[in-house]
């Protein structure tokens, strides 16, 4: 099933819509032993779940932020749609990153996307800015939130 895509003057209208909520995923301890193993951060609090239960004040261990983080990209995909005429897309990075509340092991997050900017940066370049939260199954703070900026090149 191919992605929805939208025109220009449609994403323009958007702007200060929420476009949508990504699928729950599931942070398991292999994901966050995957996780700490790749970015060489073994800390206890991700990856002993005996030491976790007894001496962290979480009762577990918790999913690395940047773990949280960095599973917006799959989030996007979730959500986000293709622009039309769109051939690229790049991350260009984030403001006003704040990790808000710790994900236990076992949770499921979701993100939660709205479009707060379009601005048009050259003649193929238009830049995005999207609010975005990581929500935690059953608890009212989020994870994180975050703007979180991307280029879509459009060729003229």
């Known amino acids: 099933m191919s992605k929805p895509q939208i025109s220009l003057d449609d994403l323009q209208a958007n702007v200060g819509k929420n476009v949508g909520e990504s699928q729950w995923r599931t942070v ?17 609090i991700h990856t002993d779940p005996e030491r976790a239960a007894k001496e962290s004040p ?12 960095s599973l917006l990209s799959a989030m996007a ?5 293709t622009i039309k005429g769109q051939v690229m897309g790049i ?15 076992g949770s499921k997050i979701r993100g939660s996307f709205t479009l707060l900017e379009v601005k048009q940066r050259s003649d193929n370049e238009w830049q995005l800015r999207h609010g975005v939260q ?4 059953g608890q009212e703070k989020p994870a994180l ?3 979180w900026l991307s280029l879509a ?4």
């Open 153 to 156: 090149i459009i060729p003229s």
């Open 145 to 147: 939130i975050a703007e």
């Open 77 to 81: 995909i979730d959500v986000l749609p």
């Open 134 to 137: 990581v929500e935690i199954e």
């Open 58 to 69: 979480f009762g577990a261990t918790i999913a690395h932020g940047f773990l949280s983080l």
């Open 91 to 105: 991350n260009y990075g984030f403001d006003k990153v704040r990790f808000m509340n710790p994900v236990r092991e």
């Open 28 to 44: 398991n301890q292999q994901r966050i032993d995957g996780f700490a193993e790749l970015t060489e951060d073994p800390q206890w």
